[in-house]
């Protein structure tokens, strides 16, 4: 039993981290198109020609699928995952002093997740399903106006405000689970793990920051 146990902790844990890095792949694809929405970056046109290929060309449209697995899939597993680490962790634990033992991001990787979560089902709703099944307007070329749109969200101080607390709840995540990933995989050794772990650091604050800049640049360019 203790071995099937074990098994099972391990399994969900490199699920964990295959989705998570699978998730990291697509933050950058993400954040590379919609750097266009920066005043002066990109155009209208240029940005609606990038959701149309991202929602219509064949392979982008199955790793789209994979890729709202590795969602469901990612949060479940690390739901399970926290509910099992609390009932394992002794009593006396909560006396010690978990700062020295551990990052603030490692003890608070459920709520960071939760705020995530609950951004990303705002901004599915906001964007990708009024993309699909919303009454867009369609710009000089005939595309679909998602661009109207998320500039319309962006000038709204409190979305843009969510989305920039959203940004710094990733960035703590990251900063952690990046380099936990590669931990999970069996991937550690005493000369790259310090090097892995500041990628993992440059890698969150800089995907969050560009992504944060976003809104920003929208908001305070009207």
Not at 12 to 40: D, E, S
Not at 91 to 120: C, D, E, P, Q
Not at 163 to 192: N, P, W
Request: proline share 3%; glycine share 6%.
């Amino acid at each position: 039993m203790s071995n099937n146990r074990s098994l099972a902790s391990i399994t969900q844990k490199v699920l964990m981290a295959l989705t998570g890095l699978f998730l990291c792949t697509f933050l950058v694809v993400h954040l590379a198109g919609n750097l266009q929405l920066i005043p002066g970056m990109g155009t209208r046109e240029g940005f609606n020609e990038y959701a149309l290929f991202m929602t219509t060309f064949p392979l982008i449209k199955i790793v789209s699928y994979g890729l709202y697995a590795s969602i469901v899939l990612h949060a479940i597993v690390a739901l399970i995952l926290t509910v099992q680490n609390n009932k394992a962790r002794p009593i006396r634990y909560a006396k010690n002093n978990a700062a020295a033992n551990s990052s603030w991001a490692s003890r608070n990787m459920g709520l960071l997740g939760t705020v995530i979560l609950a951004f990303i089902i705002i901004h599915m709703k906001s964007f990708w399903a009024e993309y699909h099944w919303g009454s867009l307007p369609l710009d000089a070329n005939g595309n679909k106006d998602l661009y109207e749109i998320t500039v319309t969200a962006f000038q709204q101080w409190w979305y843009s405000l969510l989305y920039v607390i959203s940004m710094v709840a990733l960035a703590f995540h990251l900063m952690h689970g990046f380099q936990s990933g590669f931990q999970s995989l069996g991937l550690s050794h005493a000369k790259y793990t310090p090097i892995i772990k500041k990628v993992s650091m440059a890698f969150g604050i800089i995907i969050c920051l560009l992504f944060a800049i976003i809104p920003i640049s929208i908001y305070f360019a009207q």
